[in-house]
């Protein structure tokens, strides 16, 4: 059985109630500016170095297990993405912004295509966080290790440029110009 990522909904029927104000929309511009952020600070989010301390006996044995041994001792750290995608922190601008996304229909002229749009969005975001959390994991499973993380990440930084750009193409959409990547715009 599938299930849909959004509930099914008719260009008519997605005229809500209450249609998003300036500052609901200004959550989608915030998003995608963190997103971008992301995106060209991969490395800088995604891993933290310089954090083990290990002795001369501990560095000789990662030599001959992982091929390293210097003091920095990088760690890729995966879940950070799904912070900047929006599933961590209910502050988060882009927390459950699908549902934002379906409510801002009625402001577009071609809501069929739009809303095309947004379960595109939404289905690559879910499965950013979902490669992500996988990738967290890569070392631990059998078979796994550092460079098992590393191709999870490698697919995860996919799925989040195909999410940017169904964002940027929602702002369009919106009549709203993306603003320039931050960390906290």
């Known amino acids: 059985a599938t299930t849909a990522l959004l509930p099914s909904v008719a260009p008519a029927q997605a005229a809500s109630p209450v249609v998003p104000s300036?500052?609901?929309?200004?959550?989608?511009?915030?998003?995608?500016?963190?997103i971008r952020y992301l995106l060209d600070h991969w490395d800088d989010v995604t891993q933290v170095c310089g954090t083990s301390v290990r002795s001369?006996?501990?560095r000789k044995?990662?030599?001959?297990?992982?091929?390293?041994?210097?003091?920095?001792?990088?760690?890729?750290?995966?879940?950070?993405?799904?912070?900047?995608?929006?599933y961590k922190s209910?502050?988060?601008?882009?927390?459950?912004i699908e549902k934002l996304l379906v409510r801002a229909a009625p402001l577009v002229d071609d809501q069929e295509s739009y809303l095309g749009v947004v379960?595109?969005?939404?289905?690559?975001?879910?499965?950013?966080?979902?490669?992500?959390?996988?990738?967290?994991?890569?070392e631990a499973n059998p078979n796994g290790g550092k460079e098992v993380i590393e191709e999870y990440l490698d697919r995860t930084k996919l799925d989040v440029m195909e999410s940017e750009k169904y964002l940027r193409e929602i702002l369009g959409y919106l009549g709203l110009q993306p603003?320039?990547?931050s960390k906290n715009p």
């Open 22 to 34: 300036a500052a609901d929309l200004e959550r989608i511009r915030k998003g995608h500016a963190r």
């Open 56 to 58: 001369n006996v501990e």
């Open 61 to 86: 044995q990662v030599v001959r297990t992982e091929g390293g041994g210097g003091t920095s001792g990088c760690q890729k750290t995966p879940l950070e993405v799904q912070q900047y995608m929006g």
């Open 90 to 96: 209910t502050e988060d601008p882009l927390y459950r």
């Open 119 to 138: 379960e595109a969005y939404k289905e690559k975001a879910d499965n950013t966080a979902m490669m992500a959390y996988t990738s967290s994991w890569g």
């Open 179 to 181: 603003l320039p990547p």
